[in-house]
């Protein structure tokens, strides 16, 4: 039997409780776990956490280490610092991990896939009485339990069926995706559930031909069907794994409410988003990170929506950058990240739950005329929570223009050249800030906030990591929304 066993959120419940047990008897060494055993696992055997980079709040560092210790026994906690800003500064500065407070918990309670589990839990343990009992959920409760839960002849509100008969069930505590793909395991026949990804991590590991990690154990993706949320994989032995090849695109489509930014004659909008992921091929790659391999693929792309906001570029702004030759799409690619960096100052958020669209040089590089124009549009959107969003970018949102004079700041005064990571470039940029342009961000970052541009003191380039390529961006079109969108700061 294995010593060393991988635990996360997505195996089933009955993998899970299998492993706990495991551990509870000593039957383990260790778990090599993601944060799923951060929540709801009471292990109190455990002697050591390592924990390998810096999880981002001191919460999550004080939650993870808190695994060991138990029962008044004494332990040891490991923090192994990554090379990203964050981490280095806690590897400087370790006297904080024991004295800075934890940070204060971000809930969207507008949003109904966070709302909904919990009332109908609670509607299972005592009928909801939407006024006395609004101050608890929601000032919409009435509403709510009118359209979800079942109403009685007093006029009390129970636990909708499809809730029973056990309504926890439904409340994820590890993730608030709606969407899952089922990994169908059909080695030797067989026909057994492995485990659930979320939606927002099945683009990135799940494709036809790619190798699929599960206990150690290499599985080879031979049906991937996105419209029925399945990929079925049969268990290989290979030494070696492969890495998507893929592009996504990330498109508004539909204005919700329009904010405008002090002092300029830009917006920001937020509504409805759409992303299409698209995988065209991956790389089959050994054990030393050498590529073997190059394979094409035709997977249909896998479309989900979400909630977020957007800033089309000014006309001003990209005239300038193509009058001094600064490449446009990287230039967007680092304001974007310029500006996301710097959500958790006024959203508490983990890095990741705000992703943008990320460029890729193959496509911004390339020499020849390409179909695919996009739009000069900042754009962000909730990783999480499934077409109504996690309500990250909606707060953030609100605080639009101070994000912008923000990121700014950060991309004025910090001393690197080409950008960093402590300015423009991102350690979850898909593409390894392969586009990126730190002078043109700055033009759109002014543009934006009506400042003016020195245009003399900008480079002429083009750039030393730009190659010349064929323009793939294109002056942004207004998205419509439904009838009259409000207008927030007039």
Partial sequence: MARIMGYRGGYTAQDRRQIEAQMFEGKLMGIVATTALELGVDIGTLDCVVTLGFPYTIANLRQQSGRAGRRNKDSLSVL???CFATDQHYMQNPDELFTKPNSELQVDLENMLVLEGHIQCAAYEMPIRPVEDAKYFSKDLAKIAEERLIKDELGYYHCHDRFR??????VAIRDTEEDHFAIVDISHGKNIVLEELEASRAFFTIYDGAIFLHQGNSYLVRDFQPDRM???????????????????DIDPVETELIRRIPGSLSSAFHGSIRITQNVFGY????????ILDAVQVDNPPIIRHSKGMWLDVPKRALEILVDRRLNVAGSIHAAEHAVMSLMPNFVISMPGDVRTECKIGLKEFAQKETQRKRPARLTFYDAKGGAGGSGISTKAFEFVDLLLVQALKRVEHCYCEHGCIECVCSELCKHANEVMSKAGSS??????????????ALPMGPE???PVGVETVVLAKPVPGKGRVPVCGE
């Fill in 80 to 82: 192994v610092g990554d």
């Fill in 165 to 170: 008969p056990v309504p926890s069930k439904f």
């Fill in 230 to 248: 399945i990929a079925k994989v049969e268990k290989v032995k290979v030494d070696w794994t492969t890495q998507q090849r893929d592009f996504t």
């Fill in 283 to 290: 790389f089959k790659i050994d054990k030393k990170r050498r």
């Fill in 443 to 456: 033009v759109i970052l002014k543009a934006l906030l009506n400042m003016s541009i020195d245009v003399e």
């Fill in 464 to 466: 030393e990591m730009s």
